[in-house]
């Protein structure tokens, strides 16, 4: 009785093994991760900017390997164009520094003398001053 018990036993499948990762793929899921976030935020941060850049080329060399040729070229035409802001973002800053570089040379204008505004408030401007009915 114990051999037919060890007998079925033996005779079960071996557990399967478990899947390995795929570390290229998960790479693409970070990376397209990374890039929508980047995406994001990136008017609100020039380093935004600049990681748009670097994982849209991540992206080019992933769909390249991949073998996803329109995802390479649409991933090209976003890092060129993030590049291009960047440099644009860059040089418009260079420009406003050397501005304020040349106005501190020259003498301040004169300032505009204090106006005596009247303090009213917007119920004053809307119904007049109280008491009138």
């Not at 093994?17 to 397209?32: E, H, N």
């Not at 106005?103 to 809307?126: I, K």
Request: with cysteine; proline share 8%; glycine share 6%.
């Amino acid at each position: 009785m114990s051999h037919v018990v060890l007998g079925v036993l033996s005779l079960s499948p071996a557990p399967a093994p478990q899947p390995r990762l795929d570390v290229f793929m998960l790479t693409g899921f970070l990376l397209a991760f990374a890039q929508v976030t980047c995406f994001i935020n990136r008017r609100r941060s020039r380093d935004m900017s600049i990681g748009l850049m670097i994982t849209s080329m991540a992206l080019v060399v992933y769909a390249t390997m991949a073998g996803v040729w329109p995802l390479a070229m649409v991933q090209l035409t976003v890092a060129i164009s993030s590049a291009m802001w960047v440099t644009r973002r860059l040089r418009s800053q260079r420009r406003r520094r050397s501005r304020k570089v040349r106005l501190v040379g020259r003498t301040p204008l004169p300032t505009a003398p204090a106006q005596p505004w009247t303090a009213e408030s917007r119920l004053h401007r809307m119904f007049g001053p109280p008491g009138i009915n």
